[in-house]
């Protein structure tokens, strides 16, 4: 979580191996949702399924919630290393409207989460 925080921190971007990118478009081709999950001291904390028609779901460990800044710290890698992985991909026009929507949607939820905890 240090490397992720720290290359976010310094508006550096992610440098995804072509292998990854293939797994990711040809999850989403499969499957038709893309399933990324934070694992903190070997444990999963955070887990979002992005869906290619917009919906998102997401899951979210109890350990976090009495935890707010450890919640917080997870939350922005999570999603930050989710948008770098989205925006690199060569996704379908609708397809990519449809992330846009949803990095639009992870960052406001964000933001409301961070202000319920504050």
Known sequence: ???VNSTRRQ???????????TQI???LLQSNQL???TFYCEKAMLKTI???DGEITQ???QNLIIDPELLTSLFRAHYWTISELLLVQKLPKKT?????????LLVSLLIVIYL???
Do not use: A
Request: glycine share 2%; charged share 15%; hydrophobic share 45%.
């Open 11 to 21: 508006h550096k971007h992610l440098t995804i191996p072509e292998v990854i990118q």
């Open 96 to 104: 990519r409207i449809n992330f846009w929507l949803i990095l639009v």
């Open 116 to 118: 319920f905890i504050s």
């Open 50 to 52: 992005i869906y290619s």
């Open 1 to 3: 979580m240090g490397k």
């Open 35 to 37: 399933s990324f999950c």
């Open 59 to 61: 899951q979210v460990s």
């Open 25 to 27: 478009i040809d999850s």
